[in-house]
């Protein structure tokens, strides 16, 4: 198996390219800042869950770097809200885009805690 495979890099990666491409619209000057960020913690989520999976003959390098990838779900659903309170998101975009990250959260979330219950990990 390879991690192209994995469900939540997929949803990541495509979840990814949508920010990028939404992002054009906005204006430069904010591009430097906010649209930066979001395509930055987007863009981590399918990276460090590929990174991950290199390392998943070691459960808890795994799981960290899913963690990591959890992390940056999260904090991709900050930039989110952030840019629709600058009114750069349409309502409809932002409950899209909010609603699917908050489902890939769960769903990684679900996964690192499969890999603890299958590799008796505590963490």
Same mark, same amino acid.
């Given at each position: 198996?390879? !991690?192209?495979? /994995?469900?939540?890099? @997929?949803? *990541?990666?495509? /979840? ?12 430069? !000057?904010?591009? @430097?800042? +906010? ?12 990276? %460090? ?11 808890? +390098? ?17 930039? =989110?809200? *952030? $840019? ?8 409809? +975009?932002? @409950?899209?885009?909010? %609603?699917?990250?908050? %489902? $890939? *959260?769960? #769903?990684?979330? @679900? !996964? =690192?805690?499969? $890999? #603890?219950?299958?590799?008796? =990990? #505590?963490?």
């Amino acid at each position: 198996m390879l !991690y192209t495979e /994995l469900r939540i890099y @997929n949803i *990541s990666q495509e /979840l990814s390219k949508e920010i990028f491409w939404i992002t054009k619209k906005i204006p430069y !000057y904010w591009k @430097n800042r +906010d649209v930066d960020q979001i395509r930055r913690s987007s863009a981590s989520v399918p990276a %460090n869950i590929a990174e991950g999976y290199s390392r998943r003959f070691y459960a808890r +390098d795994f799981i960290r770097y899913l963690i990591i990838a959890l992390g940056s779900s999260d904090e991709t659903q900050v930039h =989110i809200k *952030s $840019l629709f309170d600058k009114e750069y998101l349409s309502l409809a +975009d932002f @409950n899209t885009f909010s %609603n699917r990250y908050k %489902n $890939l *959260s769960i #769903k990684i979330l @679900n !996964y =690192i805690n499969f $890999l #603890k219950k299958k590799h008796k =990990i #505590k963490i």
